[in-house]
């Protein structure tokens, strides 16, 4: 088209034989469109409807994992610390060194109560053989002194049944010397049988002390146990594989028995959905998921229901609601699902617990 001329007006509608314009029924050009249109979303309708109808998806979820707490079992100041954040460790490794000195010196002295212990002991059991020679020396005197003192009621029998038979035979003397004979021995034995009873309660008496230094040496082996353990724990380790999160401690720092010093989040992962109580009623372990993580919105990760927790979110409040007082308003409340992921990403990190993600579950 030159400089200055006007456009050509569109070309009206042709007439038909009889004149008039065609309707726009009859425009192949515009109601094929329209017909494809109306198919496009009616077909778009039915896979909609079947989608909604098959599956049961909610934006209400996120990566969970229980992660450790890694604290000390003993009290002490902190020497050195060998891991930084998001450093990965082993289950084993050493994470914090705490000063052992104390501990050790107190290991020590339970090594020497151990060991004085043991010579109670040992002195106990020495005894319960001295006891034991003691009363049988004491048992062999009270036999002695038994056959004396028969020997010398015989005498006295015998005086007395000759002085009965003829009083010139036996003088007064000697049946004197007789009696007093016969009465000594007699007193040696009860003083010789007591003698071995206080033998035999001194034996029961060494066998007490015997158990009684066992017990005193099995209490000081449990003390060097515990000392011993207390050294093992000023090296802090990890009971499990992951990566190191949330580090407050640093060398220098004095620690008590249960402060947090790190956290351990390990590479198994799983996902939290937390489903409206509506949406459960065909919900069942074992249904397959699919997840899609919106850090990375190409990344779709398969999975399975797992377990539905036996409770809402809210009942396990800090402040459970109690709907019986005040004015109620009913709420759909929602429903923790754990949905366990079949295979992790080719780099594990890519998940962190925390994320935000989209489970859609097939319910049919």
Do not use: C
Request: glycine share 6%.
């Amino acid at each position: 088209m030159a400089d200055g001329e006007r456009p050509e007006p569109p070309t009206p509608p042709r007439p038909d034989a009889t004149g008039r314009r065609r309707p726009w029924h009859r425009r192949p050009l515009l109601v094929g469109p329209l017909v494809l249109l109306v198919i496009a979303a009616a077909v778009a309708g039915v896979l909609y409807w079947r989608h909604s109808r098959l599956t049961e998806s909610t934006d209400d979820a996120f990566v969970d994992v229980p992660f450790a707490r890694v604290s000390p079992q003993v009290a002490g100041r902190v020497l050195r610390v060998f891991v930084d954040d998001n450093q990965d460790v082993r289950v084993g490794d050493v994470l914090v060194e705490l000063d052992p000195a104390d501990y050790r010196i107190r290991l020590e002295q339970a090594v020497a109560s151990r060991q004085e212990a043991r010579g109670r002991l040992e002195q106990a059991i020495a005894q319960v053989s001295v006891a034991e020679a003691q009363s049988a020396q004491a048992s062999a005197t009270a036999d002695v002194a038994a056959a004396s003192a028969e020997r010398a009621s015989l005498d006295l029998r015998r005086y007395q049944d000759l002085r009965s038979v003829n009083p010139g035979a036996v003088s007064q003397q000697q049946l004197d010397e007789a009696s007093t004979t016969a009465h000594g021995t007699a007193a040696q034995v009860t003083a010789s049988r007591k003698a071995a009873a206080a033998a035999e309660v001194q034996i029961a008496l060494a066998r007490t002390q015997v158990e009684a230094g066992r017990a005193a040496l099995s209490a000081a082996e449990a003390q060097v146990r515990q000392a011993e353990l207390n050294v093992s724990y000023t090296r802090v380790t990890t009971a499990l594989s992951g990566r190191v999160a949330r580090r407050t401690v640093a060398a220098g720092n004095f620690v008590q028995p249960g402060s947090e010093l790190l956290a351990v989040v390990p590479r198994e992962v799983f996902v939290t959905a937390n489903f409206k109580e509506t949406q459960l009623a065909l919900m069942r372990p074992g249904q397959p998921a699919e997840v899609q993580v919106d850090a990375y919105p190409d990344l779709r990760l398969r999975g399975r229901v797992d377990s539905v927790q036996p409770g809402s979110g809210q009942a396990f409040s800090v402040l459970p609601p109690q709907n019986a007082t005040g004015n109620w308003v009913k709420v759909v409340q929602r429903v923790p699902v754990k949905i366990v992921l079949d295979a992790l990403p080719d780099d594990p990190r890519r998940l962190a617990p925390g994320m935000s993600v989209e489970v859609t579950v097939r319910v049919r």
